[in-house]
RNA sequence: UCCGCAGUAGCUCAAUGGCAGAGCAUUCGGCUGUUAACCGAAGGGUUGUAGGUUCGAGUCCUACCUGCGGAGCCA
């Protein structure tokens, strides 16, 4: 076989095998691991759709290539020629038997070897990491995720409308802004939330949102932060917090539909508890902010929580984990304390003193994963806000706008799609569910 | 930023204050069905850095560096 020969031939992706069965097939890819026994190689190759092991006779090929086949390291580039062979010992269910084959490159001491590896060398090593069995399931979980997102909104009549990444202020004002410089001394911010602008947006198309990375400069060293994540934001005119409710429900229970029909194999690599999955389905439990409170101080009173939880503070990390510990689904939490909420929270006509936001808490301690609710339609109550949380008016002039010309009841959330994979998968840490991760002290490879 | 833990071969880890070790990876050899294959051999070290205690420090002390786990904050 020539190398012009073998490189230009259409070739077969490894999961597409059961199409091929008896048939003569090209496969590209890397070699991902080699086991022999004198004159039988068995060389797993790996094309990005699978891993398929191959089996070599030394008497069935040339000596060269029997030479080259031989002393191949993990994660050379090889393509090969082979039959495809139903087999009950192959974990895929197919071999190939080779019959040609053309190495591109010998690769020797491949840093990531099939034994364990710490934590530290894996993230130094992130760029090769990605190869590996396990990270390749999670980030096929990822992408499910997202398409299962864009699905569920597109077909649900929302417009992707999607918001600037270089912002004049803070959007919030409480969290830590990176901040960069723009033109002629301004300063511009990353953004952390598209939520102001697609208030602006849904007032022009009704239901929008918009799904792009955002930045939070916070110190946080937690298995659930990253300093650079992506997240869905939603925003519906003319809706409550019902709708904002309803919404978050039927999202979450369609992307864990979806990950279950279509990431099986994945999760099986993985090795997760699908019924965990199976169990994400409407209607969530509702409970009031008042009510997780006293869930709070039965579990101090029960002395599974350490310290009495003060009603009118947020929800510690723990906190969270007790909460979301009484359910075997998602948790809603809502009608938060104001003071503890975002400036532009709609409040509670009864009881002005609780925001209409309201927080869905995973299981299993994944914790808050939706943010979101109802916003404040009232210009005058906007302005005292922002002038009580002292942000630059001047900077929410056009927010002020959407107030003044036709305000409306209308709400939204944010959904982390690194918190949300990382429950799909059930992995301990976010850094996984994101190719290249920023966390506090890693910005590399 | 605070609290706790760790740093020894390329990797994962051992080593009572007393000779620096193993498995994997690498190189060489053996094996026609291996499943993180196995068997034999070889090479591979300024024990994170700088001081200190001691006859003697990988081990004890101090500072710093790096990483991990957690808290606060958040999705």
């Given at each position: ?329 998602p948790v809603m939490v809502s009608h938060y304390p104001a003071a503890v909420k975002a400036f532009y929270m709609a409040r509670d006509p009864e009881r002005p003193e609780l925001a209409l936001g309201v927080d869905v808490l995973a299981p299993e301690g994944y914790g808050e994963v939706i943010g979101g609710g109802e916003r404040a339609t009232s210009l005058e109550f906007l302005q005292e ?61």
């Open positions: 076989m020539t190398t012009h020969a073998i490189a230009s031939d259409n070739h077969t992706y490894i999961n597409q095998l059961s199409n091929h069965a008896g048939a003569e097939v090209v496969l590209k890819g890397w070699l991902y691991n080699m086991r022999s026994s004198g004159k039988i190689l068995f060389p797993q190759l790996r094309d990005g759709t699978g891993v398929v092991q191959c089996v070599v006779l030394k008497n069935a090929i040339s000596p060269e290539l029997w030479e080259a086949l031989k002393g191949l390291g993990q994660e050379s580039s090889l393509v090969i020629r082979g039959t495809v062979r139903a087999d009950s010992r192959a974990p895929g269910g197919y071999e190939i038997d080779v019959i040609d084959a053309e190495v591109l490159q010998q690769v020797h001491d491949y840093p990531i070897t099939p034994k364990e590896h710490g934590t530290e060398f894996l993230m130094d090593h992130r760029h090769l990491w990605l190869r590996s069995r396990r990270q390749h399931a999670v980030l096929k979980v990822r992408h499910t995720v997202v398409q299962a997102v864009r699905n569920f909104l597109d077909n649900d009549g929302f417009t992707l409308c999607d918001s600037p990444i270089f912002t004049p202020a803070a959007c919030e004002g409480t969290t830590t802004l990176f901040e960069v410089d723009y033109f002629d001394g301004e300063k511009a911010y990353l953004t952390q939330s598209g939520q102001l602008y697609n208030e602006a947006t849904a007032a022009a198309f009704g239901k929008v949102y918009c799904f792009g990375p955002t930045f939070r400069a916070e110190k946080s060293k937690t298995r659930r932060h990253l300093t650079e994540f992506w997240m869905v934001e939603p925003e519906m005119a003319y809706a409550t917090l019902d709708d904002v409710m309803n919404l978050s429900e039927r999202m979450l229970s369609y992307i864990a539909a979806q990950v279950l029909e279509q990431r099986s194999e994945e999760l099986k690599i993985l090795e997760r508890d699908t019924s965990k999955l199976e169990s994400i389905v409407p209607p969530f439990p509702r409970i009031h902010y008042d009510d997780a409170v006293k869930f709070l101080h039965e579990g101090f009173e029960k002395g599974v929580l350490e310290s009495k939880f003060e009603w009118g503070g947020d929800f510690g990390a723990p906190d969270e984990t007790y909460i979301s510990s009484q359910f075997k689904k806000q922002i002038a009580l949380h002292e942000l630059p008016e001047e900077a929410f002039q056009w927010y002020l706008d959407l107030r003044r010309y036709g305000s409306i009841p209308h709400g939204g959330f944010g959904m982390g799609i690194e918190r949300c994979t990382a429950w799909m998968c059930g992995i301990e840490h976010i850094r996984e569910t994101i190719p290249f991760p920023r966390m506090l002290y890693r910005i590399r490879p």
